[in-house]
């Protein structure tokens, strides 16, 4: 009897230890379902198109975007979490710390690179910049007020401009994010900025598909997604490096702010005029002064009579042309032997 007492202990042992790293293996999994979207929700919320990676003509430019703009305050406020309502950096973190985004390493040369070796491991990313955390086994809970959100005040974002020869379209299209933290020390020194990390668009961009955002303070209807937001570049930022061989910021080689400044004008003219030579499309003379016109692109008719604004002297009627050109027939030639008979001839006489 003991015998098969003892048979059976270790036969529920033995299923037991079996068991075990299964049941782990498959809460492990349904714990990764909840965190990521699928495949299909994914295509369903987002709004960009992916760059074709066989372009024939790319250029790709950093901006910084400025929270304090009008423009771009909708990536800001509301500051807390307002019911269903949060900006950018609360949406991202949390994100990042619930394990359905990864978060990139910000190197030394500014560039993002999304590769698992330059991914962060989330609790050294929140240690580094002294976020408050509590540890779930893998997933991480953040209190809304210790989200730095107040201190996200710029952001830097990559955009590729390309020409797609299979559809004969230019399009530009963010690529990257990095939300930047202005810190100042504690007695009051002069504020530091503090890049976090890169994160790819392509893997936020569903989520920000789903977050509604209000963009207009006379319209406070919530009538767009994040996503749209940056598909249809509603935000304005400046232009503070361009891909180039040497890695170099505009900075580098722009000695003052009025070269940095016509750096950054020349740099959108080239964007401008690429399209435009594209296509053909002349730049309209802004000397000349366009005319108004009315509704449906009619020009409004006007009881007024037509002033000219030439200086020359009107022209004469068909009529008067006729009447004068008919008088100069009867004058005589220049020169001529006949004369009429009011006219006088004087000869030389012979001595």
Request: glycine share 6%; aromatic share 10%; charged share 30%.
């Amino acid at each position: 009897m003991k015998k098969y007492i003892l048979f059976a202990l270790a036969l529920i042992v033995c299923i037991t230890i079996d068991a075990q790293p299964k049941g782990r293996i498959k809460a492990e999994e349904n714990k990764k379902s909840e965190n990521t979207l699928s495949e299909r929700a994914k295509a369903q919320y987002t709004g960009q198109i992916p760059a074709p990676d066989d372009v024939v003509w790319k250029r790709d430019i950093y901006r910084m975007l400025n929270l304090t703009q009008e423009k771009n305050a909708a990536l800001y406020y509301p500051v807390e979490p307002l019911g269903d309502r949060v900006n950018l950096f609360t949406l991202v973190l949390r994100l990042i710390a619930e394990g359905k985004v990864p978060a990139y390493e910000y190197r030394s040369d500014g560039n993002e690179l999304f590769t698992e070796e330059n991914k962060y491991k989330v609790n050294e990313m929140l240690d580094k910049f002294y976020i408050y955390y509590e540890d779930n086994g893998g997933t991480y809970t953040i209190a809304d007020s210790d989200i730095p959100s107040g201190d996200v005040l710029s952001y830097f974002i990559k955009e590729s401009t390309y020409y797609d020869q299979r559809t004969a379209t230019t399009a530009t299209k963010v690529t990257a994010i990095c939300p930047v933290l202005h810190r100042s020390g504690d007695y009051g020194e002069e504020v530091t900025k503090y890049p976090m990390f890169w994160l790819n668009y392509d893997d936020v961009s569903p989520y920000f598909g789903m977050t509604p955002v209000m963009t207009s303070s006379y319209n406070n209807v919530s009538n767009m997604s994040l996503d749209d937001y940056f598909a249809t570049h509603q935000y304005d930022g400046e232009i503070y490096k361009t891909a180039n061989l040497q890695n170099k910021l505009l900075s580098d080689y722009c000695k003052n702010d009025t070269a940095l400044t016509a750096e950054r004008e020349r740099i959108e003219g080239e964007l401008k005029g690429f399209e435009n030579e594209l296509w053909g499309i002349e730049e309209p003379d802004t000397t000349q002064v366009e005319e108004k016109k009315g509704l449906f692109g009619h020009k409004p008719k006007s009881s007024e009579p037509k002033v000219s604004a030439s200086t020359s002297k009107p022209k004469k009627s068909e009529s008067s042309q006729q009447k004068v050109s008919r008088k100069r027939e009867k004058l005589p030639r220049s020169g001529g032997s006949s004369s009429s008979s009011g006219s006088l001839s004087v000869r030389k006489q012979k001595r």
